[in-house]
């Protein structure tokens, strides 16, 4: 039995990924959905996953973030099977087996059929994608860092 994590930006996109997958790949898949803002990730479910699906961009206080490609890269690293899914439709640009959207010439289950079918890519498939989308890569916002500190002589 594969497993299968879906994370996105909103609630519904990753329930709506899930039951696609229910739908086309029923038999034979567990499958676990949820949001990078709440992430009930946990060390078992990272070493039992056989697949997770990222959304490509976040939104977050400065605009939309590549929140996928440092998580993938992580994973890549770690010998884990990973597919970015966006609605960017760039994948004639990306050309790459872990990156789908709807300009991707196969459907996405067929795309999860064939990752899961095939080993874990390389770390540097994610360095093309960090490339492509490089006006998204950066950091993401501190909400723990402090304030400058201000004081007045006088």
Known sequence: MSCIVTITNTDELARSLDR???CFLATGIES?????RNSALSGPM?????LFILELLRRDDIGYRAEAIPVAEKFS???????????AAQATVVNSPAYWDLA???PLHQRV?????????SPLDMAHMR???R??????VDHHAQAPQHTSSG
């Open 104 to 106: 991707a010439l196969d």
């Open 113 to 121: 059929r064939g990752l899961l079918g095939q080993p874990p890519l």
């Open 77 to 87: 690293a770690a010998a884990k099977r990973v597919l970015i899914v966006s609605g």
């Open 135 to 140: 006006e998204y890569c950066r950091p993401a």
């Open 20 to 22: 696609y997958l229910q």
């Open 32 to 36: 676990y959905y949820m949001t990078y």
């Open 131 to 133: 490339e492509v989308f």
């Open 46 to 50: 990272v070493r039992n996953a056989d």
